[in-house]
C-alpha cells in the first residue's frame, strides 16, 4: 500500500534481519558438528541482503541469497570418535564463536531497530489523522 | 462494506468538488478524479485490501501457517490506521454537509 510505506519497509528490515538470526543460529547450533575427514565440514551460511529499486519503487530490502562459507573445516584428532578415520581424525566446522556472537548483536539490533522504525511511524501517521479534530 | 457508502457518495458530494478544485492541492491533483467522492471511494477500495490481507495472516495465524509473526502485526497495525483514516474521512464529508444543511435561507 502505497499510502503507509514506512511500515512495509520496515517490515522488509524486519524480514531480512530475522533470516540474519536464522543463519547465526543455524551457525552456532552447528558449531561442535564433526564430520568424516573424507566429507566436508558443515559450512557457514551467509545471507547475502540487496537493496530494493533503491531511491525508487518500493524500497527496503530483500535476501538475494545464501552463501556458503569453505566445508574444509579444521582436523582435530579424535580416535574414539565413530566418525574417525584411520589415522583418528575428524574434521570440525571452522566457524569462529566470537565472529558469530558479534553477528548476532547486530542481526538483533537490526531487528529491533526496525520494529522501532514500525512503532514510530504508526505515531506519525496517528498524529497526521488528529489533524483538524482539535 | 463497500457498497452502502458509495451510495452516500452518490447523493451529493459531487458538490463538494468545486471546494477542492478550487484549492488545487497536489493530493487531490494526483487522484484520478479530483473530486471528494472519488477520493473516498478509492480509499474505501484500499482500506478493503488491507482488511482482507490482515484477515488472511490472522487466518495463516489461527492454523499455524503463518510465516513471520511481524508480517501479521504490521498488516493489522497498517488495516487500524486505514480504518481511522477513512472513518476521520468519512467524519469530515459528513460535516461539511451537516454545515451546508444547517445554512439560513
Do not use: C
Not at chain 2, 48 to 63: E, G, R
Amino acid at each position: 500500500m502505497a499510502l503507509f510505506d514506512a511500515l512495509s519497509i520496515a517490515g522488509s528490515g524486519m524480514l531480512a534481519h530475522r533470516k540474519w538470526l536464522d543463519a547465526v543460529s543455524d551457525n552456532i547450533s552447528n558449531i561442535n558438528t564433526p564430520s568424516r575427514t573424507s566429507e566436508d565440514a558443515f559450512k557457514e551460511r551467509m545471507v547475502d541482503v540487496q537493496a530494493v529499486n533503491y531511491g525508487q519503487g518500493d524500497g527496503g530490502v530483500k535476501v538475494a541469497g545464501v552463501t556458503f562459507g569453505s566445508g574444509e573445516g579444521r582436523v582435530v584428532y579424535e580416535p574414539d570418535n565413530p566418525l574417525a578415520d584411520a589415522n583418528g581424525n575428524v574434521k570440525y566446522p571452522d566457524i569462529d564463536l566470537g565472529d558469530q556472537m558479534a553477528e548476532l548483536m547486530m542481526a538483533q539490533r537490526g531487528y529491533q531497530a526496525n520494529a522501532t522504525v514500525i512503532d514510530r511511524a504508526t505515531d506519525a501517521y496517528k498524529a497526521a489523522l488528529q489533524l483538524g479534530k482539535g | 462494506m463497500t457498497s452502502p457508502i458509495p451510495g452516500v457518495s452518490l447523493a451529493g458530494f459531487t458538490g463538494v468538488s468545486a471546494i477542492s478544485g478550487a484549492a488545487s492541492t497536489p493530493a487531490a491533483s494526483s487522484t484520478s478524479g479530483s473530486d471528494f467522492a472519488s477520493v473516498l471511494a478509492s480509499s474505501l477500495d484500499s482500506l478493503q485490501s488491507t482488511q482482507s490481507k490482515a484477515d488472511n495472516l490472522a487466518t495463516q495465524a489461527a492454523t499455524g501457517d503463518l510465516q513471520d509473526v511481524s508480517d501479521y502485526m504490521i498488516a493489522s497495525n497498517e488495516a487500524s490506521l486505514a480504518t481511522e483514516m477513512v472513518v476521520s474521512i468519512k467524519n469530515q464529508a459528513v460535516s461539511a454537509f451537516n454545515e451546508i444543511m444547517r445554512m439560513q435561507v
